[in-house]
């Protein structure tokens, strides 16, 4: 199982960017589909996930202006991001699991300017 992210760059406050992270490989189901974020000298923390019901949770930080979404036919998660903030600078990272077990992209960078 390979998870490919993209969509990361550099934004202005303000500003909106929309992550993708495709899954490949041998994979028949997908549980929980997740985003997670570091930034610099801190730790990891989960930005949102949504499991395959559709359920959705995110970090206090990002409630009202991030989304998360999947599409199962794509094997595909989403972060939709608005009204971005420097303070959402971090590399941000997928994380998806199947059966029980976990598998995390590499990350992408996601900058926010001021």
């Known amino acids: 199982v390979q998870l490919q992210a993209s969509g990361g760059g550099l934004v202005q406050a303000g500003g909106s960017l929309r992550l993708s992270c495709a899954a490949s490989g041998s994979i028949f189901s997908i549980n929980a589909m997740g985003w997670y974020r570091q930034a610099p000298g801190k730790q990891r923390e989960l930005v949102a996930g949504?499991?395959?019901?559709?359920?959705?949770n995110y970090a206090d930080s990002v409630k009202g202006r991030f989304t998360i979404s999947r599409e199962n036919t794509k094997k595909t998660v989403y972060l939709e991001m608005n009204s971005l903030k420097p303070e959402d600078t971090a590399v941000y990272y997928c994380?998806?699991?199947?059966?029980?077990?976990?598998?995390w992209g590499k990350g992408t960078q996601v900058t926010v300017s001021s």
């Open positions: 949504i499991n395959n019901g559709g359920s959705t």
């Open positions: 994380r998806i699991t199947i059966y029980g077990e976990d598998y």
